[in-house]
């Protein structure tokens, strides 16, 4: 008899295929998966992972500081010119008062001269009018004893006509003449005394006048002198000349700094800040460094807000006696304090931040790193303080992140 063959139900080659499928379907489902979350494969080597800590955040800030005098005093010319002599060199040590270098400018020279002499001129034209109402004054003064002479003798003569003429001695004729002159020599007296009077009010006003006129052109004689003398520049005080270099022949312009001096009473230090700090460093602040193996306190003692290549300079003075050996030039690291310690979440300071701006990490979990949105909030010279998306002990790569920031997933390669 036939024996019946039971058909099987999947052959050999429907397995192979079946596998062949599912394989070609879990590579496009892998490929897919790829295509919604870009893959960046990267060396351990490569990479610098820090681990996320909980402690002490010291809101401080690390500084180089130079060592400058505490006293800068900025020499300059108020005449603009070439320099024509030098007297002295730099790092030279001066009294005030000690010639430094003379300006020449034969136009301001020529102009000064010029208005010197008209001022002269007009100060002598002042003084002639001065003595001209003193004269003029003198001989009122002379018409008005000269009037009050011949009034008190026509007042005599009228009292002997008077009792001569009511004795009958003299006709009326007479009399009238005495009287006559009497009256006339009053009456110039009141008109001239008037006139003495009114004179010499306007003489007091024209007099002050021309003082105060005298007074000023004197004062801009002054000036126009003292501007000559300035051309030979002068230490303004007493110090160390410094960044000081003219050269014979050399143009400056008005009021340009030919050099410094610096008062040696005691030095400073100044630091330039990066301007992420801009808003957080005030004046009154404290700061340490070290010299001589010693610790120093200082005091943020002047904030200049101006930024210059991403920074802004801060002021720093001792607290107490400066150390001795300080020189002008000498760097030292400073340790500027922003707030007291707190406790936070720490996350290493890395290259990281210039890649996403703190908001956002690559967080490392069994040999592969995600991207998670994190708060950064104050840094200091070795940490970030982390205020949201990060956990103690979880592993964050700090490093450059410049080759996979477009990335989602990094995964790494022992």
Do not use: H
Not at 13 to 36: D, E, P, Q
Not at 53 to 74: K, Q, R, W
Not at 201 to 229: C, F, G, P, Y
Not at 310 to 326: D, I, N, T, Y
Request: proline letters at 2%; glycine letters at 6%.
């Amino acid at each position: 008899m036939d024996k019946v063959i039971e058909k099987k139900r999947f052959s050999k080659k429907t397995i192979i295929i079946i596998v062949g499928v599912i394989a070609f379907l879990g590579l496009v489902g892998y490929g897919y998966s790829l295509s919604l979350n870009k893959v960046f494969k990267v060396e351990a080597e490569k990479i610098t992972v820090s681990k996320v800590a909980y402690g002490d955040f010291e809101d401080v800030v690390l500084l180089n500081a130079s060592v400058v005098p505490l006293t800068s005093v900025i020499v300059s010319s108020s005449e603009g010119g070439t320099v024509a002599q030098i007297f002295t060199e730099n790092g030279a040590s001066v009294v005030a008062g000690t010639p430094l270098l003379r300006i020449a400018n034969p136009n301001a020279l020529s102009s000064y001269t010029s208005s010197e002499t008209s001022i002269t001129e007009q100060i002598n034209q002042l003084r002639k009018l001065r003595l001209d109402l003193e004269q003029n004054q003198r001989v009122m003064s002379q018409d008005m004893m000269d009037i009050e002479n011949n009034l008190r003798t026509a007042s005599r003569k009228y009292k002997i006509d008077s009792t001569l003429f009511d004795k009958k001695v003299i006709t009326r004729e007479e009399f009238n003449i005495s009287s006559q002159n009497y009256e006339y020599y009053q009456g110039r007296k009141g008109l001239l005394k008037q006139a003495v009077k009114q004179e010499n009010q306007s003489r007091i006003m024209q007099l002050q006048q021309i003082e105060i006129s005298i007074a000023r052109m004197n004062e801009s004689l002054q000036t126009i002198r003292q501007n000559i003398e300035n051309m030979t520049i002068k230490a303004p005080v007493s110090g160390r000349l410094s960044s000081y270099d003219p050269v014979i022949g050399k143009s400056y312009n008005a009021n340009e700094m030919l050099g410094k001096i610096d008062v040696l009473q005691g030095y400073k230090l100044q630091a330039g800040v990066d301007e992420y700090y801009i808003n957080r460093v005030k004046e009154g602040q404290t700061a340490q460094c070290e010299f001589n193996g010693q610790t120093y306190a200082l005091r943020v003692s002047k904030v200049i807000p101006e930024v210059t290549a991403g920074q802004f300079q801060v002021e720093m003075v001792f607290e107490a006696k400066a150390p001795e050996g300080l020189r002008r030039g000498l760097s030292m690291q400073v340790k500027l304090t922003l707030s007291d310690n707190s406790k936070s979440l720490l996350l290493s300071q890395g290259q990281f931040f210039q890649s996403t701006g703190g908001s956002w990490v690559f967080v490392v979990n069994n040999g592969k790193a995600t991207k998670r949105n994190v708060k950064i909030g104050r840094k200091n010279y070795l940490y970030y303080e982390v205020l949201e998306g990060l956990q103690k002990d979880e592993e964050v790569i700090t490093s450059s992140y410049d080759q996979y920031n477009q990335y989602d997933i990094v995964e790494i390669s022992k």
